[in-house]
């Protein structure tokens, strides 16, 4: 998965099903699939992915399955340091010698800056990208669903509700909200 969110989406038969957290939505998805035909679809909202979930084994097993784990005891974190060469020039290793923290500090932070410039201009696309994977989890197959691809990606939000008029409800609401959530 690309940029997992906390919440997840469960759909079976075109309807939504509350959910929340990954293990929330597998436990859901377990008390739906009822017979091996049921269709069932986990949905991160984040991503717009459709989520693979093992539902096999009991209620405490799945849940168990997707938990989070625990948080860590006292002490220092790990924070996956990988050394790795960085080829500069004389003045701007000059440059990083004379910022506070040194030449690691200042170079984190460059890239914390550029990381969080660009995360906010790219929000817009990121939620354009993650409601076209909705879409096409929750609607191929769909009558219409040709033309709600070409309207999203047209940026025709009209189309994409006309062409997708006889689909349920919950799913055009949803691929209409993760459209319109900026959060990506």
Request: net charge positive; charged share 25%.
């Amino acid at each position: 998965m690309s940029g997992t969110s906390n919440q997840f989406l469960v759909f079976t038969e075109g309807h939504r099903v509350p959910a929340g957290s990954l293990a929330e939505a597998a436990v859901v998805a377990k008390r739906l699939k009822i017979t091996p035909r049921q269709k069932v679809t986990v949905v991160d909202f984040g991503s717009g992915e459709a989520v693979d979930v093992n539902v096999r084994g009991s209620f405490s097993e799945v849940s168990a399955r997707y938990a989070k784990p625990p948080a860590k005891g006292r002490g220092r974190p790990k924070l996956g340091v990988a050394a790795r060469e960085v080829t500069l020039m004389p003045l701007h290793w000059d440059w990083l010698a004379r910022q506070p923290g040194g030449a690691s500090a200042a170079l984190r932070d460059l890239v914390d800056a550029a990381r969080t410039a660009k995360s906010v201009n790219d929000r817009p696309q990121a939620a354009h990208d993650a409601a076209y994977r909705m879409l096409t989890a929750l609607g191929s197959g769909r009558p219409g669903f040709d033309k709600a691809v070409g309207a999203l990606l047209r940026g025709d939000e009209a189309g994409l509700l006309e062409a997708m008029g006889g689909w349920p409800p919950d799913i055009r609401l949803s691929v209409l909200e993760r459209l319109r959530t900026s959060a990506g």
